[in-house]
Each structure stands twice: as structure tokens, then as C-alpha cells.
């Protein structure tokens, strides 16, 4: 084994394509998950796919005391992938106390931890959110932090400062911030992917429902952005090209390759996609329409924003592989094997 790594928030979306990459690195994965947005079959789903069930606790990061218990139980924890955290946008304006409690204190547990039971690497999931609307695209690690839109994008700014101000010298671990686009697919396998309760938030999930009749049309945010087509751009990235990162990141750390206590990367595919080429290229892929309206404008909605990926590329050594198409693919071929369970 190359180690046992702790996976918070390891039931969830990204979390649990994660672990799946984990595994099949010959790492021992521990996930602990409070399962307030994500279900525990999640961990039957990873066991087929792998054949390796990960050790699965039920715990609030927030509980450090629990916490400490399962580092004591666990032992040698070398590195950990802090993936726990609230994050809707719209939710983060609603309850901003919910989202500054609960994504901080996480983290500063977390960090507390570490240091006691000596950890070497952490890994921490941040979010292109931080760079708020960019002058300029691409967008690259030294590109200006914008103040942010919403609770949920301050939380992850402030929890980038803490981890940078709480890296002092003789600090135990080395860290790596990985600032995601935005995630979409699921495994091919279709036994995991993106389950978001109730009505999904973002693009994707709801284009997949409203393809499978689900929900009745989408509803597109505005066609009257400075777009070539009106709509906004984002950068796709496939959600197991976004695992595999991290992956890459704790080796990098765990073989001592960093170059500082803190490091950070941008992980897209360095293209942008608007929102009516992603369901114009999903018909065409999946031969399915989806029924959409155009409506007015969604509050804090960035224009466009799409990653610079040369250091992920060149420095990380990582890169995405799959195409729009096959994530779109992924992501329908997921929706329907829902639908074959009753689960939707
Ligand atoms: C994408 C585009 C919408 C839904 C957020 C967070 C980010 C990450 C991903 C956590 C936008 C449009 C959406 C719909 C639409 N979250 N849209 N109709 O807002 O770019 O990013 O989620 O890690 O940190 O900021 O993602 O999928 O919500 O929106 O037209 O029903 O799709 O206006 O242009 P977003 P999204």
C-alpha cells in the first residue's frame, strides 16, 4: 500500500471519484462523510467498482473530537483530502452563518489534527469561484482574488488564507490548493455520480432530468451576456480527470517534490463551453432534446471564466483527458442507470 489517506467528504460528488482513484493507486483510503448531501450506498457503489471496500465513517468534521478519535483509531494517516464543505452558491446567501461555521470550522479542525498526528500532505478543495468575474481569460494561479459573490466563495477564499497563514515554518505538513472549474460526468461505470438533493443547482444535472422528463424545461440564465452566443461560458472539466489530480498532488507532496509549503493549481480543461453549446453538444451525443427557456439573468452568475492549466500541466504533471462529448455521455448513461434503480 503507499499509505492511508483520509478522505473528508469522501461519499459526495467529486469525493467519491476520488477515492475510486485512490484505490486503484494503492492507496488505503478512510472516508468520513456526514452524509448531509450524499447517501452511504455511495461506498456499495465504490466497492463494485474497484472491488475495495474504503473504510467509511459517519462524522461531522465539525465534531473534532470524534475526529481525534478516528485518528487515533485509524493511526498512520500520511496525507488528506479535505473535501467536506457546504457548497451551493444560492444556499450560502440564505445562511451565511450555516456556510462560515461549517466550511471554517472543518477546516481549522482538520489542520489542528494534522499537526497532532503528524501528517505529511494535505489537499484542499478550493474553486475557481475565488477569482470572482476575470479581467482576463484564461484565468492563472496569479490572477487577481476577487472579492467574492457569495458566502460560499469568501469561505473558500478566507480557508485559502488560513492555510497559507497556517503554514509557518516547522509546520508538519506541506499543502496543495486545487482550484476546480467546474466538475461534471460521472464514472462510466455508472455505479457513481453527481446525486444532488433536491431541485440540482447547477447546469448539468438539470439538463440530465430534463432530458429524462424529470423536470419539465431548463431554464437558461440569460442569452444577453458578451458571449458569442449570449450565454455563459464556464470550463467543464471531467469529474474523473479532476480525481486523478489529486491524486498527482499527493504523490507530488508524499515524494517530497514540492516547491513550497503551499502550492497552488488550477484544474480545467483550459477551454470554455456557454451553456447552450453544453445542451446543443448533449442532444448530439445523446440524441435526446432538452426543452429550455430562456430567462432573465442569475444573480452573482459570472460571464465567463475559463482555467490557464499550464502549471497543473507542466508542474503537476497532469492534464484532462476526456472530451465534452464522452463527460456529456457519462453524465446521461449515470442519469439513466438512476432511473433503472427507481432512485429518479
Ligand atoms: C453554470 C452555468 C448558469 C443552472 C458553481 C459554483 C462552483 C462550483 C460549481 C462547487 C451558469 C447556467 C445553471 C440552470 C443555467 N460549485 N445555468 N440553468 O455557478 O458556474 O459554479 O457550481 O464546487 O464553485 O460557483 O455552476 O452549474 O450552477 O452554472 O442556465 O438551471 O449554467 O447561469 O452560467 P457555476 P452552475
Redesign the pocket.
Known sequence: MKGKILVTGGTGFIGSHTVVELQEAGFDVVIVDNLSNSSADVVDGIEKITGIRPTFAKIDCNDIDAMRDLFKKEGNISGIIHFAAS?A?GESVQKPMLYYRNNLVSLLNIMDLMTEFNVKAFVFSS???VYGEPDVNPVVETSPVKPALSPY?NTKQIAEEIIRDGSVPGTCYKSIILR?F??IGAHPSAEIGELPNGVP????P?VTQTAMGIRKE?????DDYNTPDG??I?DYINVIDLAKAHVKALDRMLEDKSEAPVEIFNLGTGTGVS?LELINTFTKVTGVEVPYKIVGR?EG??EKVWGGVDKANDVLGWKTEKTLEETLESAWKWQLKLRERGLM
Open positions: 457548497k452558491v474553486s475557481c469561484t466563495g476546480y467546474n466538475p443547482q447547477n447546469l448539468l438539470f431548463l431554464s437558461v440564465f440569460g450565454s455563459c464556464r451553456v442569475r452568475d459570472i
